[in-house]
């Protein structure tokens, strides 16, 4: 395969080598070369023949530093370790997104890699992966020096629920990618080095490099507007989502027309528009969890005593009723047999304690992992099931949201917040989505709160009236497709 960009001295002793849709690059340390990054396993050989028109001897690559796991970063490894013998670095957290190779070394982050007249920082900045690092060095050109940087993993596509879901990754990534851009930005970069050539313009500076007396690539206004842009980018994937798959939880079912928790406000519900249920798991005295709010059953049912006082059986004498319609309790099982096929997203709350594991069972058993988010009032409920099945989403509901709130959810990788919604702001939600958080408000009382809550970019929202919801996104949207 023909390279389709031509390998050159970019600056000092660095060296562009790769293509257009994966750079690589090779730094002549004087004492060997070091190359970051080896693009796919198809432009292997590219890479190859770059260095040798180059005048170099691929044998002569003592390391090659990986700046994340992916594939158009790494693929290209196993054949250029079959060339060289060299000593491989990755982030211990990407070792599984590689095939084909086994890395020699795990970065450290702040550690320091050196070679001949070459020291490399390595600096861990996650959020693209979970192990993407950013490599910053001096390099010496006309007696000055000047230092090179590579953000790792600018790209913000893979920041998407959709992408993150299937690649098993927690929504806090986002967060991550904030905080990795504001510590990038500390950095004084005057070599600015992409690892695709479109975070840099690679290809274009080369093209003015050729007709120019002055190096395009030495540039230091270019560093902090590329940060810029990045963290504009991740927050305009997170505001289209918040739209694009926007939750209306029918919160107990469409409860402010029919008996809430029961197959018939589930079903009104889904017929108002919702695209999300929203409910509460208890167990009852003989071990079945059931769907129900209450501490106790007597708003519901008039009789004393809490859920787990009474077995299924004696449960499912009393009926239910709302505006004159009525049900029965529901078990959760058989909710989600007949929910768990549908395109919906649940959220379940806990309403006691030491349930945990059964309730993960269930979410397992129905194969609801990826579209359910399992809350509590009890931040030791959300950990217990987080602790015993780590593949599932979590989020906290609470009254009151503090720095402490949101530094124990991203301790326990809690990935939702669930605030009041009189609390509710787009500065609020702005903030919380830069933690990463997914934003859930509660206790949508009445219409101006429920257009309130949906104008502050929230991603979802419970409401016992979905139907009203339901409308109010449409016009939305209409708005927006009209006006822009
Ligand atoms: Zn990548």
């Not at 993407?132 to 953000?151: C, E, L, N």
């Not at 507007?225 to 504009?232: D, H, S, V």
């Not at 319609?325 to 549908?342: S, Y």
Request: glycine share 8%; with cysteine.
């Amino acid at each position: 395969m023909l390279g389709d960009m031509k390998p050159f001295n970019l600056a000092g002793n660095i060296y562009f080598v790769g293509t257009y849709k994966a750079s690589s690059h090779l730094i002549d340390t004087g004492d060997g070369l070091i190359l970051i990054d080896t693009g796919y396993a198809e432009t292997a050989d590219v890479i190859a023949e770059s260095v040798a028109e180059l005048g170099f001897d691929i044998r002569d690559v003592k390391y090659i530093l990986h700046s994340h796991g992916h594939y158009d970063h790494t693929g290209g490894t196993p054949k250029i370790l079959e060339l060289t013998g060299a000593k491989t670095f990755i982030s211990e957290d990407d070792v599984k997104y590689i095939s084909g190779w086994k890395p020699d070394h795990f970065y450290r982050d702040g550690q320091v890699i050196s070679l001949g007249n070459t020291q490399i920082l390595c600096v861990a900045t996650p959020g693209h992966t979970e192990g993407t690092f950013s490599f910053f060095f001096d390099v010496d050109i006309d007696g000055k020096t000047y230092r090179a940087g590579m953000f790792g993993g600018a790209g913000t596509n893979q920041l998407k629920k959709a992408y993150l879901h299937k690649k098993k990754c927690s929504w806090l990534n986002r967060g991550l990618y904030f905080e990795s851009v504001e510590r990038l930005k500390q950095e004084h970069v005057d070599i600015f080095l992409g690892n695709h050539t479109w975070n840099n313009q690679t290809k274009e500076n080369y093209e003015r490099m050729l007709v120019s007396d002055t190096n395009p690539f030495i540039d230091e206004t270019k560093w902090l507007p590329f940060l810029q842009k990045c963290e504009k980018d991740a927050e305009a994937v997170m505001l289209k989502e918040s739209r694009d798959s926007f939750v209306n939880y029918a919160h107990r079912g469409a409860s402010e027309y029919t008996p809430e928790n029961t197959f018939l406000a589930f079903y009104t519900g889904m017929y108002m528009g919702a695209n999300g249920i929203e409910t509460d798991v208890q167990m009852t005295k003989d071990g079945v969890l059931v769907l129900f709010h209450d501490d106790t059953i007597t708003r519901l049912t008039g009789a004393e005593g809490r859920v787990s006082d009474y077995t299924l059986d004696e449960l499912r004498q009393y009926t239910f009723e709302t505006n004159g319609q009525t049900d029965k309790i529901v078990v959760l099982e058989d909710f989600l047999r007949q929910f768990a096929f549908r395109d919906i997203t649940f959220a379940i709350e806990i309403k006691q304690a030491g349930i945990e594991p059964q309730i993960a069972d269930m979410i397992r058993k129905y194969h609801v992992e990826d579209k359910a988010i399992v809350t509590s009032f009890m931040p030791e409920c959300i950990r217990a099931i987080k602790e015993y099945a780590p593949e599932l989403h979590i989020g906290l509901l609470t009254k009151n949201v503090t720095d402490d709130t949101v530094a124990y959810l991203k301790q326990i990788g809690a990935e939702e917040i669930c605030p009041r919604a009189v609390d509710v702001t787009p500065e609020k939600t702005a903030i919380w989505h830069r933690e990463g958080l997914n934003v859930r408000p509660w206790g949508v009382k009445n219409e101006e709160l429920m257009r309130q809550v949906y104008d502050s970019m929230a991603d979802g929202m419970t409401v016992n009236f979905p139907d009203k919801l339901a409308k109010y996104i449409r016009e939305q949207a209409e708005i927006q497709e009209l006006f822009g």
